[in-house]
């Protein structure tokens, strides 16, 4: 299984709110080096494909793995980060 089908899965997992506040704590969390943060208007909006595909476009797919992971820990979705893990 590919890092953005992984991905993809684990978001898909995210309840609403879980998934809103993944958002903006995406937003808000520090980019890996030599990226840039995703504009939160494009992240309003955004179900959980068009996130994976943000954060693989902005981060490449290591980095989106690396975020997604700090993310989901950020708001005590760490069972879903730990099913990132190896990828």
């Not at 506040?21 to 030599?34: E, H, M």
């Not at 959980?48 to 793995?65: K, P, Q």
């Not at 950020?74 to 980060?81: E, K």
Request: charged residues 30%; contains cysteine.
């Amino acid at each position: 299984m590919s890092a953005r089908d992984r991905l993809e899965n684990v978001l898909e997992e995210l309840e609403e709110m879980d998934f809103k506040k993944f958002k903006v704590k995406l937003n808000q969390a520090q980019p890996p080096s030599g990226c840039s943060n995703i504009p939160r208007g494009r992240l309003e909006r955004a179900d959980y494909l068009d996130v994976c595909s943000l954060m693989i476009s902005y981060y490449l797919e290591t980095g989106a793995i690396q975020m997604a992971k700090q993310v989901l820990e950020d708001i005590n979705q760490r069972h879903l980060a730990a099913r990132l893990e190896g990828v």
